[in-house]
């Protein structure tokens, strides 16, 4: 069974930062490509990026330059640092991978940017 577990979420102000993880068990994580997503408030879900099997990164316009995505295989997590936090950042942000022709998603954690 693949499953996928985000935590790292919370209250930040704006300007701050947060780092995000997402553990994943039930797949072979060093091949697989890692994604991040995050809906908002009255939103449709959009892509934040990803972070292929290479290491290779690529990223929404909105995250370019503010957000880092990387990957530890041993410890079969991917990361999402987020700095230069924006009110408009505030989200519930999902991570997601594929297996099998399968997609699979993992519960969120909710990022709210205030102050």
């Known amino acids: 069974q693949v499953y996928l577990v985000e935590s790292g979420g919370g209250l930040v102000q704006p300007g701050g930062s947060l780092r995000l993880s997402c553990k994943a068990t039930g797949i072979n994580f060093r091949l697989n490509t890692m994604r991040w997503y995050r809906r908002a408030p009255g939103k449709q879900r959009e892509s934040v990026g990803n972070?292929?099997?290479?290491?290779?990164?690529n990223y929404a316009d909105f995250a370019k330059g503010r957000f880092t995505i990387s990957r530890d295989n041993v410890r079969r997590t991917v990361y999402l640092q987020m700095n230069s936090l924006k009110p408009e950042d505030t989200a519930v942000y999902y991570c997601?991978?594929?297996?099998?022709?399968?997609?699979?998603w993992g519960q969120g954690t909710q990022v709210t940017v205030s102050s």
């Open positions: 997601n991978t594929d297996s099998r022709s399968r997609d699979f």
């Open positions: 972070i292929t099997s290479d290491g290779v990164t």
